[in-house]
C-alpha cells in the first residue's frame, strides 16, 4: 500500500479519472486527498454537495487495502454502497437492514482481505466481539461520516457515535478522516478529541454560497401561513421547501398550499411509504412545495429549489444552514427566508424542557440501576414511569456516562459524574437558542454571521451583497420605506453623537440621548440597523462577561463614509416597512392593505417596495445593469453594496440616465467624490441604448 503514497498531481487525477470517472478535482478535494493518502488524521468541514465523500473514497483506494467507512443513515450507506459498487469496487456493508447472513458474509469478506470498502453502521459497535473481530484485519482508513452525530454539542447528536472514541483505538494506526458538513469550533474540537487525533489537520470549507440571498423577517405567527402562500404564489419562487415547526402546523401549512400548487407535508409521523413517494414526486417536479418538520432533503439531489422558507425561529444555527443549503444547488439565484419572533423563542424554550427532564427524573432512574443488567422495560415499570419519559431520561443518563444500555437493552449503572455533564449539555443546548436568536435580531450580513459562526474566519469579512442587510431593494419578504423628516432629524443626531464619543453600547447611547424615552428603544434600534443598511454605521454584536454570564450588547460607530458625511447630504436610508407583519404581499389592485394597528406614518408615507412596474421598462434594465455593476464594485473593494451608491441614489439615477459626470452630479447623493470614483462607469452604462 506504500506505493502509491506521494505521488505527483497527476498520478492522482490519472486514479480519479480512471477509476472515478470523474474529469477533475473540485477545489480542495485534491489537497485533503493528499493529506489522507499520506496517512494524516484530517477533519474535513465542507457543505452538503461538496463532494465530501470522495475525499475518503478516493485515498482509500489509493493506499489500498479496506477503508472502513461508519456512516448513521442506512439509506446515506445503501447509496453510498450502491454508486462505488456501480463504480466496480468490491463493497460490503452491515447494518440492522440486512439479514444476518449477508452480515455473516460480508465479515468473512472483510477478513480475507477481498473488500475495498466496508460501512458499518455505529449501533454495530455495540455487537459483542464485533471491534475484535475488525482488529483481526486492520483497515487501511477509518472514514466517519456525519462526524457531527459524535458530539454533544452538535444538532444530531447520536448516542452510538460516540462509542467510537473507545472503538478506534483498537483500529489503529490506520489513519482516521472525520468528514461533516455542520460543526461550530466547539464541534470540530469536539470531534477531535471524542476520536483521539489530536494531531489531525482540519480542512474547513466553502461555507459562502453566493448565489444565495437570506431574509429574515420579524412577523407574528397568525400572519405567516397567508404570508409563504403569497410569496411561493410566483411560480418563480418554486419549487420550495417549508420548514414549519410542529407536524400540525406542517400538515395544515400544506393543506393551505395545495389549494394553490401541488404541495404537501412530509414529518416523522408519516407512514416511512409516504414520505418515501413525498421526497420522489418533489425529486421528479409533480410538487412544487414540501412542508417538513425534519430533516427533509437529507436523501435528495435536487439542484433548483428557488426558495426555503423557515416558518419559525429554528433550533440551531448548524440545523438553519443545512437546510437553506438545499436552495439554488444549481448556482441560479435562490432566496431563504426566515420568519420569526420572541414568541418563537418561548415554543423552544417548551420544547427544551421536554427533552431535557429535570435532573431529579434522571437521578431516580440513576439510583435504580446497578451492575447487574436490569431489563429496561422491567425498570420502567417499577419506576413507574411514562415510557416517553423514561426513554428520554434513560438516553440522557447514557449519552452523559451515568448508564449503559446493551444490544438486548439491558441497562446498567454508569459514573458519578453525568450530572456536570448533562448540566453542561443543556446550558449548551439553551446557548444555541440564544445564538439563534441574536442572529435573527443581528444587523450584519447574513452570510458572513454563518460563516464566521462555522469558524471559517478567512472568509468572514466580504458582505454578501444579496441579503437583507446588504440589499434591502432586493429583498422579496421584508419590506422597507422611506424615513420620514422627524426620522431623519433623529438619523442626523445619532450621527453627531457617534461623531463626538468613542463607540458605545447602543442602549448606553439611547439612555444618553432620550432619557425620557422620547424615542423609543426598538424605534432607535431599528434606526441605528437602517443606518448601518446605508453603511454610514457599523454595529457590532459582542459579549462580555458578569457573573459566569454570558451578556451580548450590540456596539454602534460610525464607519469612514458616516465620518465623512457632509451636513449637507440628503440622508438616504430605508426603515423596515412594519406593515410587512400585516399584508406581506405585494398584491396589485386589491386596494388598501388590511391595516391592524399601522401607524398613520405608514400609512400615509408611501412604502418603498421598489416596484419596477412603475417605471418605465428602460429605466428597469438599466437599474438592473447598474445594480450588477455595484456588486462588482462592492466586490473588487470589499465593502457592502450601498458603500458604493444608495439604492435610492442607484434608482434616481435609472430614471434621470445622466451621461456627463456634471449631469450625474446633479442626482442627490452623488458628491464630487462620488462622481469621480464611479461616475465614469455610471455613465457609460446610462448611456447604453
Ligand atoms: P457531500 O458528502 O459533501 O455532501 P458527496 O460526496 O455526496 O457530497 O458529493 C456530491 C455530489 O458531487 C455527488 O454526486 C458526487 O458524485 C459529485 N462529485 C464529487 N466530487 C466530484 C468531482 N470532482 N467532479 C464531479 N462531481 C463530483
Ligand atoms: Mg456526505
Same mark, same amino acid.
Given at each position: 500500500m506504500a506505493t502509491i503514497l506521494h505521488q505527483p498531481s497527476e498520478t492522482l487525477v490519472a486514479l480519479l479519472q480512471r477509476d472515478f470517472g470523474l474529469s477533475s478535482f473540485r477545489v480542495n478535494q485534491e489537497v485533503v486527498c493528499r493529506a489522507v493518502i499520506q496517512g494524516r488524521d484530517v477533519l474535513l468541514v465542507m457543505p452538503t454537495g461538496a463532494g465530501k465523500s470522495l475525499c475518503f473514497q478516493l485515498p482509500g483506494i489509493a493506499r489500498g487495502g479496506t477503508t472502513l467507512v461508519i456512516s448513521p443513515l442506512i439509506a446515506l450507506m445503501e447509496d453510498q454502497a450502491a454508486k462505488l459498487a456501480s463504480l466496480g469496487f468490491s463493497v460490503a456493508r452491515i447494518h440492522s437492514g440486512l439479514d444476518r447472513a449477508l452480515s455473516r458474509q460480508a465479515c468473512a469478506e472483510y477478513l480475507s482481505g477481498a473488500l475495498q470498502f466496508l460501512f458499518i453502521a455505529p449501533e454495530r459497535l455495540r455487537v459483542p466481539g464485533f471491534i475484535e473481530m475488525l482488529a483481526k484485519r486492520k483497515p487501511s482508513l477509518i472514514a466517519i461520516d456525519e462526524a457531527h452525530c459524535i458530539s454533544q454539542w452538535g444538532h444530531d447528536f447520536r448516542p452510538d457515535y460516540r462509542m467510537l472514541g473507545q472503538f478506534v483505538p483498537a483500529l489503529r494506526p490506520a489513519p482516521v478522516i472525520a468528514l461533516t458538513a455542520t460543526a461550530t469550533s466547539r464541534v470540530q474540537d469536539d470531534i477531535i478529541a471524542q476520536l483521539g487525533m489530536a494531531d489531525a489537520s482540519r480542512f474547513i470549507y466553502g461555507f459562502r454560497r453566493e448565489n444565495l440571498g437570506i431574509e429574515v423577517v420579524e412577523m407574528s405567527p397568525s400572519l405567516r401561513p397567508t404570508f409563504v402562500a403569497d410569496l411561493l404564489h410566483d411560480p418563480a419562487r418554486r419549487p420550495a421547501i417549508v420548514y414549519a415547526l410542529t407536524r400540525k402546523q406542517a400538515e395544515a401549512l400544506a393543506a393551505q398550499l395545495s389549494s394553490k400548487f401541488p404541495s404537501a407535508a412530509y414529518h416523522a409521523g408519516l407512514d416511512p411509504r409516504l414520505r418515501e413517494s413525498v421526497q420522489q414526486e418533489f425529486q421528479q417536479g409533480r410538487l412544487h412545495a414540501v412542508v417538513a418538520t425534519v430533516a427533509f432533503g437529507m436523501g435528495i439531489d435536487k439542484a433548483d429549489v428557488r426558495t426555503i422558507v423557515h416558518t419559525s425561529l429554528p433550533g440551531t444555527l448548524e440545523a438553519y444552514y443545512q437546510e437553506i443549503g438545499r436552495a439554488g444547488r444549481d448556482g441560479l439565484p435562490s432566496r431563504a427566508i426566515l420568519l420569526y419572533s420572541y414568541a418563537d423563542r418561548k415554543m423552544h424554550e417548551f420544547f427544551f424542557e421536554r427533552d431535557y427532564p429535570p435532573v431529579e427524573e434522571l437521578d431516580r432512574v440513576y439510583r435504580r440501576l446497578g451492575d447487574e443488567p436490569l431489563e429496561k422495560e422491567y425498570l420502567r415499570a417499577k419506576l413507574r414511569m411514562e415510557s416517553d419519559l423514561f426513554d428520554r431520561v434513560l438516553e440522557k443518563l447514557v449519552i452523559h456516562g451515568g448508564g449503559a444500555v446493551d444490544f438486548e437493552e439491558n441497562a446498567v449503572r454508569g459514573a458519578q459524574g453525568w450530572r456536570d455533564s448533562y448540566a453542561a449539555e443543556s446550558q449548551r443546548r439553551k446557548a444555541q437558542l440564544d445564538l439563534a436568536m441574536q442572529y435573527a435580531e443581528s444587523s450584519q450580513c447574513r452570510m458572513t454571521s454563518l460563516i464566521r459562526h462555522f469558524g *471559517? $474566519? %478567512? *472568509? +468572514? @469579512? @466580504? =458582505? &454578501?451583497?444579496? &441579503?437583507d442587510v446588504c440589499a =434591502?431593494? +432586493?429583498?422579496?419578504a421584508r419590506r422597507f420605506r422611506a424615513p420620514d423628516e422627524s426620522e431623519k432629524q433623529t438619523a442626523w443626531a445619532v450621527i453627531h453623537s457617534l461623531k463626538k464619543s468613542s463607540a458605545g453600547s447602543t442602549g448606553r447611547l439611547h439612555k444618553d440621548m432620550f432619557p425620557r424615552e422620547q424615542v423609543s428603544r426598538d424605534a432607535f434600534e431599528n434606526l441605528l440597523q437602517a443606518l448601518a443598511g446605508a453603511g454610514l454605521v457599523r454595529l457590532e454584536e459582542l459579549t462580555f462577561e458578569k457573573d459566569g454570564r454570558t451578556i451580548a450588547y450590540r456596539r454602534a460607530s460610525l464607519t469612514q463614509e458616516g465620518e465623512e458625511l457632509p451636513p449637507t447630504d440628503p440622508l438616504d436610508f430605508v426603515l423596515p416597512d412594519s406593515s410587512n407583519h400585516v399584508a406581506p404581499a405585494r398584491r396589485k389592485n386589491e386596494g388598501k392593505r388590511s391595516g391592524t394597528g399601522t401607524s398613520s406614518k405608514t400609512a400615509t %408615507? =408611501? +412604502? @418603498? =417596495? $421598489? *416596484? %419596477?412596474?412603475?417605471?418605465s421598462a428602460h429605466a428597469a434594465a438599466i437599474e438592473d445593469k447598474l445594480r450588477a455593476w455595484r456588486l462588482a464594485a462592492a466586490r473588487k473593494h470589499g465593502v457592502p453594496a450601498y458603500c458604493i451608491v444608495g439604492n435610492k441614489t442607484m434608482r434616481d439615477i435609472a430614471q434621470q440616465r445622466p451621461i456627463t459626470l456634471e449631469q450625474l452630479q446633479c442626482v442627490s447623493g452623488i458628491g464630487p467624490s462620488k462622481a469621480e470614483k464611479f461616475g465614469e462607469e455610471i455613465c457609460r452604462i446610462c448611456a447604453q441604448p
Open positions: *471559517d $474566519l %478567512t *472568509d +468572514a @469579512r @466580504r =458582505p &454578501c451583497g444579496h &441579503c =434591502p431593494h +432586493a429583498c422579496v %408615507t =408611501p +412604502a @418603498r =417596495p $421598489l *416596484d %419596477t412596474s412603475e417605471m
